[in-house]
C-alpha cells in the first residue's frame, strides 16, 4: 500500500495557498485576489512518486490567536488535527509580516517547509532572499515558488516528500534569555522534555506556574506573561527578516498606489463604484442575448425536431415524445436558454475577485454602509451574494463580530442572484417595454429591503456599537483569463448540474402531475392543478390567481429557476405541438450560420453605451403568447417581487442554518415569506389600480 | 490615549491627573492626526484591543513606518512595508505616532 502523507497548508490570508494547491493537485478550487476567499479547510489529493499526498488547504490567518471563525478552524487544525507536514506559504514580498506565523508554526517543531510564494512579485520590487541561510537558520527547506505560473512546484512536492521521508523538524525560535531560562526548567522538571515550545508557551499563557517563574518574569519586564511571549515572537521575527531578506531599491510608489488614487479617491471612488456596478449588467445582459437567442433556437428549431423526429423513426410512442417535448425540451431545455446569462455573470465577478477591486469596495462603500449601522466589510459577501447566496453567506465568517455576521446573513439573501435573474428577464421582457428597468428595479428593491431588514434589525436585536474594521488590501493583479475560465466553468458546470438533477427531477414530477389521472381532455383537472389551485387562496391577493403559476412556485423552493422549467412544462402540454418538417443539413447550417452571427452581435453590443433592452426575437413564441395573456402585467410584476424576497431557495436556507443555526433560518425564512407577500401585495394591488 | 472630558475635569481634582501629564497627552500625536501622504512611525499602542492585536499580526507594529494613502470618512489606508491596510480611525486613536 501507498504511504499517505497528511500536508497542511498554512499561511497569512490571500498568500496564494489555493492557488499553489491548483497547480499541485490540479483541483479546481475557488480563488480570488481578497483576503478570506476560503474560509473552511478544502482538501486535494495527489499521487506522487509513490505517495499518496493529501492536502488540506486552510483559510489564512495571521496568528495562531485566532478571533474570527475562519481563523479558528485553521488553528484548530494545525494545533489538533497533527498534520505529517506543515507547508507555510510567504507571500516573499510581505514576509515580515508573514513571519510571525512562521514562528509560531515553527514553535510545533513539526516537519515543515516554507513556501516563498509570488517570488516573482517579490523579485520585481527588488526584494533579494537569503533562502540557503534561511533554511540553515530554521533547520527546514525553503522552495521559491509561484502558484500563478507553477513555477517551483513540482520542487516543492519533491521537497515534501524529502521532508516526509528524513523528518526534518524545525529548529524551534530562540527568545529571550530569560524566557528561554524558564521555559527550559518546566519543559525538563514539569513535563519531563515531552512538550513542544508552543504548547509550553500556552501552558505558561494559561497563568500555569511551577514555583512562581511567570510572576517573577512579569515584574521583571512589567508586562503580562501573554504580552511578554508576543513581543518575543515579534522580536524573532522581525530579526529573522533582516538577517534574511533585503530590499535593494528604495520605496517608490507602485502601480497599484497610482491607481488607488484614482479609484480609492473621495469622490470619484464612489461614481466608480456604481459604473462598475453598471457594466456588469450592461455586459451580462447585452453579450448574452444574442447567444441565449441562437441557444433558444437551437433547441427548439433544432435538436427538439431532430430528436422528435429520430424518436419517430425508431417508432418510440406518443406518451414519449410527449414527454420529450414538454418536460425536457419545455422544462430543462427552457432554463438552458439561461446559460450565457448565467456564465456571464459569474465571468465578471471572477474578474473583480481576480482583480483585486472587490475588498476596495470595502473601503469605497464604509462612508455609507456605517451610516447604516453596517460595517463596510460586509460589502464582500453582499457582492457575492449577486453570485450567489451560498458562498456569500459562507463568506461572513470571516466577520469578526457575531452580531455584523447575524446583520449580513440577513441581508445576503436579498441579493437577487443569476437563478432569480433567469426567471425576471423571462418574465420582465414578456411583460413590458423597458425591461432593463424593470429587472433594474428589482435589484434595486432587493437591495433597500436587505437595507432596511439590516436598519430594523440594529434597532431591535441586534443593537449596541459599530465596531471598528481591520482589513487589507491586494495589490491589483492582472487577472489570469485561464483561471478567470476556470472559475467561470465551475460555476457554469454547477449550473448545468442543477438543470440535470433537480431541475430535471421538478420537471418530470410536474409532466407526472400534469398527466394525473391519464386520459385528460382538460388540465385544469389534473392532479398538479389540483395542488395549484389549493396554494392559490395564499397568493390571490398578490395577483396570482392561476394554478399553473402557483404550482410552479412550489418546486421553486428547491431552486428558482424551476419556476421556468416548471411553467415551461406546464404550458407546453398546453400548447399544442405544429408539426412541422425539418430536414437535417438546411438546419445544420442555419445553426452555424446563426451562432456566428449571435456571437458578433454579442461583441457588438459591449460597444454601446447604455443596456440595449433584452429583446428576444420573435422565433418559437407560442409558449409566451400563452403566458402573456394568461396573466396581468401587474400580477407579472408581484410575482416578480415575491420571488425576489421570499428565500425560496433549499441550498440557502440550509447554508443560514448551518452558519446561523436552525433558529435563525427559519425565522428568516418565515420573515421573507411575509416581506415578499407584503411588497407584492402593496404592488399588485396599487398596480391594478392604474 | 484620547483626550475626554474627564481629563479636564480631574485637573481640578488633585490627586487626579496632573498638568504635565496633560499636557504630554494632548502633545502626544496619534495616527488619526497624520494626513494623506504623511509618514511617521508607531511608538506605541493604547490598549491591547482584539483590532489593535489584528494590526499587528498584519504587520502595524511598534517601529514600523506607515504612511497614510487614503481617508475617507472613517477609513484610513496605510501602506507599511508592502502591504495596504484599511484601519477605522477610531482604532487608529489608540495608536501614538511620532
Known amino acids: 500500500m501507498k504511504k499517505s502523507i497528511k500536508v497542511a497548508l498554512a499561511g497569512n490570508p490571500n498568500v496564494g495557498k489555493t492557488t499553489l494547491l491548483n497547480q499541485a493537485a490540479k483541483t479546481k478550487l475557488k480563488i480570488g485576489n481578497w483576503a478570506g476567499v476560503t474560509v473552511e479547510k478544502k482538501e486535494g489529493f495527489l499521487e506522487y512518486k509513490g505517495f499518496n499526498i493529501h492536502f488540506i488547504d486552510l483559510p489564512g490567518i495571521y496568528t495562531l490567536e485566532p478571533v474570527s471563525e475562519d481563523e479558528w478552524i485553521a488553528y484548530h487544525f494545525i494545533a489538533k488535527e497533527n498534520p505529517d507536514i506543515i507547508v507555510n506559504v510567504v507571500e516573499t514580498a510581505n514576509a515580515e509580516r508573514d513571519l510571525l506565523l512562521t514562528t509560531e508554526l515553527l514553535e510545533f517543531e513539526k516537519p515543515m517547509v516554507i513556501a516563498l510564494n509570488m517570488s516573482d512579485e517579490a523579485g520585481k520590487q527588488g526584494i533579494v532572499v537569503d533562502i540557503k541561510r534561511m533554511s540553515k537558520l530554521l533547520n527546514i527547506p525553503v522552495v521559491k515558488t509561484n502558484g500563478r505560473s507553477g513555477e517551483g512546484v513540482n520542487g516543492l512536492l519533491d521537497t515534501i516528500l524529502e521532508t516526509f521521508i528524513n523528518e526534518y523538524k524545525p529548529k524551534p525560535p530562540t527568545y529571550g534569555s530569560s524566557i528561554e531560562q524558564v521555559l527550559e526548567k518546566i519543559k525538563t522538571q514539569k513535563f519531563n522534555n515531552g512538550i513542544n515550545k508552543y504548547d509550553l508557551l500556552k501552558w505558561l499563557c494559561d497563568g500555569y506556574s511551577v514555583n512562581g517563574e511567570v510572576a517573577e518574569l512579569e515584574q521583571a519586564s512589567k508586562k503580562k506573561i501573554k504580552n511578554i511571549i508576543h513581543d518575543e515572537r515579534y522580536a524573532f521575527a522581525h530579526v529573522f527578516h533582516s538577517k534574511v531578506f533585503k530590499q535593494k531599491s528604495s520605496f517608490k510608489r507602485d502601480l497599484t498606489d497610482r491607481i488607488d488614487r484614482i479609484i480609492l479617491h473621495p469622490f470619484l471612488g464612489f461614481f466608480i463604484f456604481l459604473g462598475v456596478m453598471f457594466l456588469l449588467f450592461k455586459i451580462s445582459f447585452d453579450f448574452s442575448t444574442p447567444l441565449m437567442n441562437w441557444i433558444e433556437g437551437f433547441i427548439n428549431s433544432f435538436l427538439s425536431p431532430l430528436i422528435l423526429l429520430l424518436l419517430s423513426k425508431l417508432g418510440a410512442g406518443i406518451w414519449i415524445q410527449h414527454f420529450f417535448s414538454q418536460a425536457i425540451i419545455g422544462g430543462v431545455g427552457f432554463v438552458i436558454t439561461f446559460l450565457p446569462l448565467v456564465a456571464m455573470i459569474f465571468l465578471l465577478l471572477a474578474l473583480l475577485e481576480m482583480s483585486g477591486y472587490m475588498p476596495r469596495t470595502a473601503f469605497i462603500m464604509d462612508r455609507f454602509m456605517h451610516k447604516l449601522g453596517l460595517h463596510g466589510k460586509s460589502m464582500i459577501p453582499l457582492l457575492l451574494g449577486f453570485g450567489c447566496n451560498v458562498p456569500a453567506v459562507m463568506a461572513t465568517r470571516s466577520m469578526e463580530n457575531k452580531r455584523d455576521k447575524f446583520l449580513v446573513m440577513a441581508m445576503i439573501p436579498f441579493m437577487s442572484c443569476p437563478a432569480r435573474l433567469v426567471v425576471f428577464s423571462f418574465f420582465a421582457f414578456l411583460f413590458f417595454s423597458h425591461p432593463a428597468v424593470v429587472i433594474f428595479g428589482l435589484y434595486l428593491l432587493g437591495i433597500v429591503v436587505g437595507l432596511l431588514t439590516a436598519l430594523v434589525l440594529r434597532k431591535t436585536v441586534y443593537r449596541g456599537e459599530l465596531s471598528h474594521f481591520v482589513m487589507e488590501l491586494p495589490p491589483y493583479r492582472l487577472p489570469r483569463i485561464r483561471t478567470v475560465l476556470q472559475i467561470t466553468w465551475v460555476q457554469v458546470k454547477s449550473f448545468l448540474h442543477k438543470a440535470g438533477t433537480v431541475i430535471f427531477a421538478a420537471s418530470i414530477v410536474i409532466w407526472l402531475l400534469l398527466n394525473i389521472p391519464v386520459h385528460l381532455n382538460n388540465q385544469s383537472d389534473s392532479a398538479a392543478a389540483w395542488i395549484g389551485k389549493a396554494i392559490t387562496p395564499i397568493l390571490q391577493p398578490i395577483g396570482i390567481h392561476d394554478w399553473r403559476i402557483s404550482t410552479s412556485l412550489i418546486p421553486a423552493f428547491l431552486a428558482r429557476e424551476t419556476v421556468l422549467s416548471s411553467m415551461g412544462t406546464i404550458y407546453s402540454v398546453e400548447t399544442p405541438q405544429k408539426g412541422t418538417e425539418f430536414h437535417f443539413m438546411p438546419a445544420l447550417e442555419k445553426q452555424v450560420k446563426g451562432f456566428g452571427e449571435a456571437t458578433k452581435n454579442a461583441f457588438i453590443s459591449l460597444l454601446t453605451p447604455e443596456i440595449q433592452t433584452l429583446q428576444l426575437d420573435e422565433g418559437d413564441q407560442n409558449l409566451r403568447r400563452v403566458i402573456r395573456s394568461s396573466l396581468p402585467p401587474a400580477s407579472a410584476l408581484s410575482f416578480m417581487i415575491f420571488l425576489l424576497l421570499y428565500n425560496s431557495c433549499l441550498a440557502t436556507v440550509t447554508v443560514m442554518a448551518k452558519e446561523g443555526g436552525k433558529k435563525f433560518a427559519l425565522l428568516f425564512l418565515a420573515y421573507s415569506f411575509a416581506i415578499a407577500w407584503g411588497v407584492a401585495f402593496i404592488v399588485y394591488q396599487a398596480g391594478s389600480l392604474i | ?98
Do not use: C, W
Request: glycine share 8%; no cysteine.
Open chain 2, 1 to 98: 490615549m484620547r483626550v475626554t472630558k474627564s481629563h479636564f475635569k480631574n485637573m481640578f481634582n488633585p490627586g487626579a491627573i496632573m498638568p504635565d501629564t496633560l499636557a504630554k497627552i494632548i502633545s502626544t500625536k496619534t495616527l488619526n492626526d497624520l494626513k494623506v501622504g504623511d509618514a511617521g512611525y508607531i511608538v506605541d499602542f493604547f490598549n491591547e484591543s482584539e483590532a489593535i492585536k489584528k494590526m499587528e499580526a498584519m504587520g502595524l507594529r511598534r517601529g514600523r513606518n506607515v504612511s497614510v494613502l487614503q481617508k475617507q470618512g472613517r477609513g484610513i489606508i496605510l501602506k507599511v512595508n508592502n502591504s495596504r491596510i484599511v484601519i477605522t480611525s477610531d482604532v487608529a486613536g489608540d495608536i501614538e505616532i511620532k
